[in-house]
């Protein structure tokens, strides 16, 4: 790499980590073909070192742009270029790089080296030869475990009917039983348990037995394991921290705010504050025995103007961060007042990336910085009627978290699973066959958003976010970032 910039430099993070909230994003459900290349080698970061052409078999000639490119200027030296059709993120050029791609705004053939890793990136395509999208199963089969009904918590945007029901060992050990057998029938490579309620800590004995009966089966059958604890911190024992610990089970918080602002979205039953029992959790239980739990703030009107002074709380602590819209649901108290509104959404969001400029911590942290908007391409917003499950605490089976009321019994004899859910009357669409959403540069990472929350807005699945005006606004902003953080990592910040 050439720090002195008289040569182009090309930057492109190919590995993005996931943050765990409370929906399920689909991993590896679309593939690219881009031809006519036939890279016999991925792209990695010493390409241009190792670059070797004769490892291409191209079959045409000249090459074009790529439609609906998104471009921005992040600073006087570099510009970031996205192409919708890239498996990776964006990619950060000087301009010298810039003022190449942008001839190809005329069909050339390919003769620099920088040329082969704009069309491995989508930023090319050959002239006759669009780059075609296809689907694939993901391959994480996710499911959503309802260990309790119960929590001590009485959040005002919760979708949870609570009781002090819990789910049973039989039914825990049948549903994970059948998530394996649904897993294998289908070729799921890897199965994701996320071990919710109602508050999953207050049912932990059984989230620790589910935990041992799944490791068994996924070595049994060859299947990676992940599994993540979703729980609003309020009371972790130090044994029970210690032992995600040790058996890698990640933890998600949620925290809505410091302080009031926490309060007043998620207090206790009885109206008293739970800030400062998660601060404690945090600082006294979790950071000294080097747990770093996911954060997940759920951003309403009411804590949309402070959202930067949370996530500069967690950024001091290294704590990863994914910034989630507020869905309404028929349990939503104070509807009103917690709905979404535009201006103060977006300028809150601005200030808190503000932050994350201030920081920019290096490992890659855009996914958890615009509610369901993912990196890695994806046509479908979540795993709802192709790799997701919800079962709820009396083991019955649900499509989304969301509907909990709304579920179906699972017939005995019925193990295979994923035929039950796609009756459901959730329609999770393909964003190609969303008005609005066909020609945006962003619908392979934003695939026009949750369903439910469509389907509320509009009465229909088929078209666009009514979150579409703030998802366009701040996902540039949110690439500049990510421009941003590889120059820093590759040393390149003035
Ligand atoms: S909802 Fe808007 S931003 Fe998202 S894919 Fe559709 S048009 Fe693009
Ligand atoms: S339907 Fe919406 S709330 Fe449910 S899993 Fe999908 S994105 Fe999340």
Known sequence: MNKELDEPIFLVETAFSQFDNDCACPDKGLGLTIEPLKPESAYSSNFLVNFDKSKY?????????????????????????????????????????????????????????????????????????????????????E???????????????????????????????????????????????????????????????????????????????????????????????????????????KLMVSLDGIGEVHDQQRPFLGGQGSFRFVEKTIDEVLLPNEIFPDITITITALNAWHIAEVVEWCLKRELPVSLNFFRENLLTKNRQELELEEKSIIEGMLAAYDVFKRYLP?????????????????????????????????????????????????????????????????????????????????????????????????????VKSPHCYIYKTLYPEALKLEGLRLLKVHGLMT
Request: net charge negative; with cysteine.
């Open 362 to 462: 290096e490992r890659p942290f855009l996914n958890g910085l615009l509610d369901r908007v993912q990196t890695e391409p994806h046509a479908h917003t979540c795993g709802v009627n192709f790799s997701y499950l919800v079962f709820t605490h009396e083991g019955h089976l649900t499509q989304c978290q969301m509907h909990l009321d709304d579920h179906f019994e699972i017939p005995a004899e019925q193990r295979d699973l994923l035929p039950i859910m796609q009756q459901g009357p959730i329609q999770n669409v393909d964003v190609e066959e969303k008005e609005g959403c066909k020609t945006c540069e962003f619908r392979y990472r934003c695939s026009g958003g949750c369903p439910l929350e469509t389907f509320r807005a509009t009465g229909r699945w088929d």
């Open 57 to 141: 078999s191209l079959r045409e000639d000249v090459f074009c742009q790529t439609k609906q490119t998104h471009v921005q200027k992040i600073n006087e030296k570099f510009y970031l270029l996205m192409s919708p059709y890239t498996s990776n993120g964006p990619c950060v050029v000087t301009h010298k790089g810039f003022d190449r791609w942008k001839a190809f705004e005329e069909p050339l053939p390919l003769e620099k080296e920088l040329d082969f890793l704009f069309l491995e990136q989508g930023l090319l395509h050959a002239k006759n030869n669009k780059i075609k999208t296809n689907r694939q199963t993901p391959e994480t089969l």
């Open 143 to 249: 499911a959503w475990i309802h260990v309790t009904n119960a929590c001590n918590l009485d959040c005002p945007y919760c979708y949870v009917r609570k009781s002090s029901a819990r789910m049973s060992v039989e039914t825990g050990e049948r549903t994970i039983e059948s998530i394996f057998h649904t897993a294998t029938k289908h070729g799921f490579k890897n199965v994701k348990l996320k071990y919710a309620g109602g508050e999953a800590t207050l049912h932990f004995a059984l989230v620790k037995r589910l935990h041992n009966l799944a490791q068994q089966l996924a070595d049994t059958h060859g299947i990676g394991l992940r599994e993540v604890v979703l729980s609003n911190g309020v009371r972790i024992k130090e044994d029970d921290a210690i032992w995600l610990k040790q058996h890698d089970v």
